[in-house]
Protein backbone atom coordinates (compact mmCIF):
# COMPACT_ATOMS: atom_id res chain seq x y z
CA UNK A 1 0.00 0.00 0.00
CA UNK A 2 1.12 3.38 -0.88
CA UNK A 3 1.99 5.94 2.25
CA UNK A 4 0.48 8.94 2.70
CA UNK A 5 4.09 10.62 1.91
CA UNK A 6 4.33 8.66 -1.72
CA UNK A 7 0.27 9.56 -2.30
CA UNK A 8 1.50 12.96 -1.78
CA UNK A 9 4.19 12.85 -3.68
CA UNK A 10 2.42 11.65 -6.74
CA UNK A 11 -0.09 14.08 -6.60
CA UNK A 12 2.69 16.63 -6.20
CA UNK A 13 4.64 15.70 -9.62
CA UNK A 14 0.85 15.47 -11.42
CA UNK A 15 -0.09 19.20 -10.14
CA UNK A 16 3.84 20.12 -11.58
CA UNK A 17 2.97 18.54 -14.93
CA UNK A 18 -0.92 19.82 -15.32
CA UNK A 19 1.23 23.17 -14.35
CA UNK A 20 3.56 22.86 -17.19
CA UNK A 21 1.30 21.87 -19.89
CA UNK A 22 -1.61 24.81 -18.86
CA UNK A 23 1.44 27.08 -18.78
CA UNK A 24 2.54 26.77 -22.40
CA UNK A 25 -0.85 25.55 -24.72
CA UNK A 26 1.07 26.69 -27.86
CA UNK A 27 4.06 24.99 -27.27
CA UNK A 28 1.80 21.89 -26.50
CA UNK A 29 -0.40 22.27 -29.48
CA UNK A 30 2.91 23.41 -31.77
CA UNK A 31 4.32 20.08 -30.77
CA UNK A 32 0.69 17.74 -30.92
CA UNK A 33 0.98 19.60 -34.53
CA UNK A 34 4.05 18.23 -35.39
CA UNK A 35 3.34 14.56 -34.43
CA UNK A 36 0.42 14.65 -36.40
CA UNK A 37 1.71 15.64 -39.45
CA UNK A 38 4.94 13.17 -38.99
CA UNK A 39 2.16 10.62 -37.94
CA UNK A 40 0.63 11.80 -42.10
CA UNK A 41 3.57 11.47 -43.69
CA UNK A 42 4.45 8.16 -41.96
CA UNK A 43 1.05 6.66 -43.26
CA UNK A 44 1.67 8.20 -46.73
CA UNK A 45 4.90 6.41 -46.77
CA UNK A 46 3.63 3.16 -45.23
CA UNK A 47 0.82 3.01 -47.68
CA UNK A 48 3.29 3.67 -50.99
CA UNK A 49 5.67 0.88 -49.88
CA UNK A 50 2.68 -1.60 -49.09
CA UNK A 51 1.09 -0.94 -52.60
CA UNK A 52 4.70 -1.29 -54.14
CA UNK A 53 4.84 -4.67 -52.78
CA UNK A 54 1.94 -6.05 -53.43
CA UNK A 55 2.38 -5.47 -57.32
Keep these: ?????????????????ADAHAKNPQAEAAAA??????AAR???ISYRDAKR???
Design 33 to 38: RNLAEQ
Design 1 to 17: MRTELESLATALRQEAG
Design 53 to 55: HSR
Design 42 to 44: DAK
